[in-house]
Structure formats: structure tokens, C-alpha cells
């Protein structure tokens, strides 16, 4: 197992859901974890349930607010970023600004903290971004989450080489019991995941484990780069 004792590890999304649980492994590894929220109050609440890590304001759709926290960080070994802002409707019903907030959290602000970490990283750091398995799996009502998706398994190739030999890669997720569908009615959520378990190969939804055992691996891989790791049970091979 990868050890992080002496590295500091930057979760952005990291007060809930996958990336809570992401900082939460980071933290268990020896890591100083520093979790981004929009709200700090959010980030400083997950911060004080770990061993040793700091909550700072970030949102990823502003590349002041990027800037001004990996400045307050200072020094920074990975980044994580789980920000997403889902658009999911049919196409006749998009509505420009949430597209444009879409491509923000997934592309766009993950290329401007690209930007600011390009300088900032050692050699031997690394930055793994978000994708998701509607990326290759399209579908109507969710274009917007299949296409963000797409292009940060684009982008990821494009940032590796660079900020070469710093390491930049993106997992993607199948449909994950991370806690993000615990708002939804139950009987939808019993069927989204009766419905993805029929669609995996795996036969069953992934937990939170499964995707927090890929990044944690990507901390260690010194010789992956521009990289998708698909953790989706097989879904794009049912
Ligand atoms: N769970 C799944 O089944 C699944 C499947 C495929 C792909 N994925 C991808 O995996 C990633 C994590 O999934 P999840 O289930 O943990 O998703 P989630 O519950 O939607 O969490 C997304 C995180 O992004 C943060 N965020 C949103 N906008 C932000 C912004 N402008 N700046 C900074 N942070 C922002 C949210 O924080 P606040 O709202 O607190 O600010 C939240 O912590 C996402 O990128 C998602 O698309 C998940």
C-alpha cells in the first residue's frame, strides 16, 4: 500500500461523498490532507473528523478562488479533484449558464488549476481528475454529464504532457453507492441500482472503496500517466 507520510494530498469536493472518503484514505496513508469546498465552513467540518488536515474555500469554477488556495497550501504533492455540476435534461431543454457551469467544474476549471499546480507540484506529484462511465455509454437527458465526462479523458492525455513528469490521469466511475443518490426517492434509487447491476459485469454497483482504491493506487503508480481508469464492474463491455 502507498504510503503519504510527509506528503500533503488536496482534495477539491472533498467535504462529502466520494472525495470525503478519498481524504478520508489519504489521511489513514500519512498524509496532511487538505479538503476544498466552496463553503469552508463545509471543508473545515471534514477536516475535523481526520487526523491531520485543514479546510480551505475553493471553488473550482473560479480561478481566483483556485489560485488564492494553492497559494494559502503552499506546498502540494496530489491534487484530486471530484467537482461536478450535472446538467442532466434533454437536449431541447438545456439551458446555457448550467452548461457552461457543467464544463467549469469538469474541464475548464480543472485546466486553470492545472495552471496554477503546473509550478507548484514536485516531480514525483500527481493530479487525477473525474470522469464517468456516461461518457461512453450515451444516453438521452444525460449528454452534458457524458460529454464533460469525455473530455476530461481528453483532457487528462493533453495535462500529462504538460506538466510532464508530473502525472495527471482520471478515474471513471460506474454508478457508485457514494452517498450522492442518497437525496433521490427511494424507489428510483433501488431502481437506478438494480438497473446499473444488471448493466456491470460485476453484477452489483460499485461502493466508495472500489473508487477510493484506484486513486490511491494512482498516488503510487510512478509510471502511469494521461491515463482513464475505468471503475465500473465492466459496465462499458455488457
Ligand atoms: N457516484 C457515482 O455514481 C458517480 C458515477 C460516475 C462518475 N462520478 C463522478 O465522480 C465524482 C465524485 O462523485 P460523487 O458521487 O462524490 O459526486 P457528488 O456527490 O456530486 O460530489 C461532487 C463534489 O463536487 C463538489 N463541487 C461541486 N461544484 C464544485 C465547485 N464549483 N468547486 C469545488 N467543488 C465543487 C461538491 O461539493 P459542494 O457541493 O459541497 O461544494 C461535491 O463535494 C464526480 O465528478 C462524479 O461526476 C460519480
Redesign the pocket.
Known amino acids: 500500500m502507498t504510503t503519504l507520510d510527509g506528503a500533503t494530498v488536496l482534495v477539491?469536493?472533498?467535504?462529502?461523498?466520494?472525495?470525503l472518503a478519498i481524504a478520508t484514505r489519504a489521511d489513514e496513508l500519512g498524509a496532511h490532507v487538505v479538503i476544498?469546498?466552496?463553503?469552508v465552513d463545509?471543508a473545515r467540518q471534514a477536516a475535523a473528523g481526520l487526523r491531520d488536515a485543514q479546510g480551505v474555500a475553493?471553488?473550482?469554477?473560479d480561478e481566483s478562488s483556485i489560485a488564492s488556495a494553492i497559494s494559502d497550501i503552499g506546498r502540494v504533492d496530489h491534487v484530486v479533484s471530484?467537482?461536478?455540476?450535472?446538467h442532466n435534461v434533454a437536449v431541447t431543454d438545456l439551458e446555457h449558464d448550467r452548461v457552461v457551469t457543467a464544463f467549469?467544474?469538469?474541464v475548464i476549471?480543472p485546466l486553470l488549476l492545472a495552471k496554477h499546480l503546473a509550478t507548484v507540484l514536485p516531480e514525483s506529484g500527481s493530479f487525477t481528475l473525474?470522469?464517468?462511465?456516461?461518457a461512453w455509454n450515451p444516453s438521452p437527458g444525460l449528454s452534458i454529464?457524458g460529454i464533460t465526462?469525455g473530455a476530461v479523458a481528453s483532457a487528462v492525455t493533453h495535462l500529462a504532457a504538460e506538466l510532464a513528469p508530473i502525472r495527471v490521469n482520471a478515474v471513471?466511475?460506474?454508478?457508485?453507492d457514494?452517498?450522492?443518490?442518497d437525496g433521490m426517492p427511494e424507489a428510483d434509487r433501488d431502481a437506478l441500482f438494480v438497473n446499473a447491476s444488471q448493466n456491470a459485469l460485476a453484477g452489483r454497483v460499485?461502493t466508495a472503496a472500489d473508487?477510493v482504491d484506484a486513486v490511491a493506487w494512482l498516488w503510487g503508480a510512478g509510471y502511469v500517466s494521461g491515463e482513464t481508469i475505468h471503475v465500473e464492474g465492466g459496465a462499458r463491455h455488457h
Do not use: Q, Y
Open positions: 477539491i469536493g472533498g467535504a462529502k461523498n466520494l472525495g476544498g469546498a466552496r463553503e463545509d475553493l471553488d473550482i469554477t471530484t467537482a461536478a455540476a450535472h467549469e467544474a469538469k476549471g473525474f470522469s464517468g462511465v456516461a454529464m465526462n471513471s466511475p460506474g454508478i457508485i457514494s452517498g450522492t443518490w460499485g473508487v
